[in-house]
């Protein structure tokens, strides 16, 4: 009896806390056939604060960028919440969601250079092309790689000695000195060597 007046009085605590703190969107709006990850985002404090933190970047960008906001940043983002809302597709919604906030915030934060960046860096690779690559302080670490006319977002990707960072079909790893790069799907592997 005292252990469920217990979890009870917890639970209450934890409704208070979270309605104390909301995400960034209405909760009391949402309709009863909202999607798993957004009801979720409402009732959990860890997710709605990395909602609230998002918020703020996107914001950030919006009153930076003014009328000169791209045409299709509003639709990569509603492309992104959609995204997010697949969630309940996964074994774990929870760690979907804050996965899926954390790797957007990050994204935002890189490209439009809103966090402390290192480089650019420039790297000769054996097939005579430059990969130019800039790393951002974010969460996960991120990193910009240009190469000809074409860029790649890359996130800090596990690695036993180096530091290594996979974009959607690129990746570039760096080890004592030397890059291997691959760009593109199934693409060759490209020796690398930083530029003087």
Same mark, same amino acid.
């Given at each position: 009896?005292?252990?469920?007046?217990? @979890?009870?009085?917890?639970?209450?605590?934890?409704?208070?806390?979270?309605?104390?703190?909301?995400?960034?969107?209405?909760?009391?709006?949402?309709?009863?056939?909202?999607?798993?990850?957004?009801?979720?985002?409402? @009732?959990?404090?860890? &997710?709605?604060?990395?909602?609230?933190?998002?918020?703020?970047?996107?914001?950030?960008?919006?009153?930076?960028?003014?009328?000169?906001?791209?045409? &299709?940043?509003?639709?990569?983002?509603?492309?992104?919440?959609?995204?997010?809302?697949?969630?309940?597709?996964?074994?774990?919604?929870?760690?979907?969601?804050?996965?899926?906030?954390?790797?957007? @915030?990050?994204?935002?934060?890189?490209?439009?250079? &809103?966090?402390?960046?290192?480089?650019?860096?420039?790297?000769?690779?054996?097939?005579?092309?430059?990969?130019?690559?800039?790393?951002?302080?974010?969460?996960?670490? @991120?990193?910009?790689?240009?190469?000809?006319?074409?860029?790649?977002?890359?996130?800090?990707?596990?690695?036993?000695?180096?530091?290594?960072?996979?974009?959607?079909?690129?990746?570039?790893?760096?080890?004592?000195?030397?890059?291997?790069?691959?760009?593109?799907?199934?693409?060759?592997?490209?020796?690398?060597? &930083?530029?003087?």
């Amino acid at each position: 009896m005292k252990l469920s007046i217990l @979890t009870g009085l917890l639970a209450l605590a934890f409704n208070a806390m979270a309605a104390a703190q909301p995400p960034s969107f209405d909760c009391g709006k949402l309709p009863g056939n909202a999607p798993s990850a957004e009801k979720l985002v409402c @009732t959990d404090l860890e &997710l709605a604060a990395l909602d609230r933190q998002l918020n703020e970047v996107y914001q950030t960008i919006v009153a930076r960028a003014g009328d000169g906001l791209p045409p &299709l940043f509003k639709a990569e983002q509603r492309g992104w919440i959609k995204g997010r809302n697949e969630c309940w597709k996964s074994e774990d919604l929870a760690a979907c969601v804050a996965k899926s906030y954390r790797s957007r @915030t990050a994204e935002l934060q890189a490209r439009y250079r &809103l966090v402390a960046m290192k480089g650019p860096f420039s790297w000769r690779c054996d097939d005579n092309s430059e990969v130019i690559i800039s790393y951002f302080d974010t969460e996960p670490a @991120t990193a910009i790689a240009e190469r000809g006319d074409s860029v790649s977002l890359m996130y800090v990707a596990p690695s036993g000695s180096g530091a290594r960072y996979q974009g959607p079909s690129e990746s570039f790893w760096e080890h004592q000195g030397e890059a291997e790069v691959i760009w593109g799907f199934e693409a060759p592997v490209l020796k690398c060597t &930083l530029a003087p």
